[in-house]
């Protein structure tokens, strides 16, 4: 069963940064693209950014482009977002997914609230 876990959330204040992880499982993690979604109140789920299944190439909204890097770690099955000079604006709980099998699976997401 894909099951994706995200950690790393919290409370930070502005220019601040944090490190979100999303632990996945039930398939072979190597073979697939991820993706960062997130979602503040009031507003629609929007992309954050995505990598491809070697790492090799990452995509990312204009709005974090200069200050979010995803990375992934294929050997312990896990995504990162490090998250810099983070603005009152990224407050939001954070996803990540994956398509797999022509399904999208979803984590629990993780809170980051950017407050000062």
């Known amino acids: 069963q894909v099951q994706l876990v995200e950690s790393g959330g919290g409370l930070v204040q502005p220019g601040g940064s944090l490190r979100l992880s999303c632990a996945a499982s039930?398939?072979?993690?190597?073979?697939?693209?991820m993706r960062w979604y997130r979602q503040a109140p009031g507003k629609e789920r929007e992309f954050v950014a995505s990598?491809?299944?070697?790492?090799?190439?990452?995509t990312y909204a204009d709005s974090v482009k200069d200050r979010f890097t995803i990375s992934r770690d294929n050997a312990e099955n896990t995504m990162y977002l490090q998250m810099n000079s983070l603005k009152p604006e990224d407050t939001a709980v954070y996803y990540c997914?994956?398509?797999?099998?022509?399904?999208?699976?979803w984590g629990q997401g993780t809170q980051v609230t950017v407050f000062s």
């Open positions: 039930g398939f072979t993690f190597s073979n697939y693209g």
């Open positions: 990598i491809t299944s070697t790492g090799d190439t990452t």
């Open positions: 997914r994956v398509l797999y099998i022509g399904r999208r699976y």
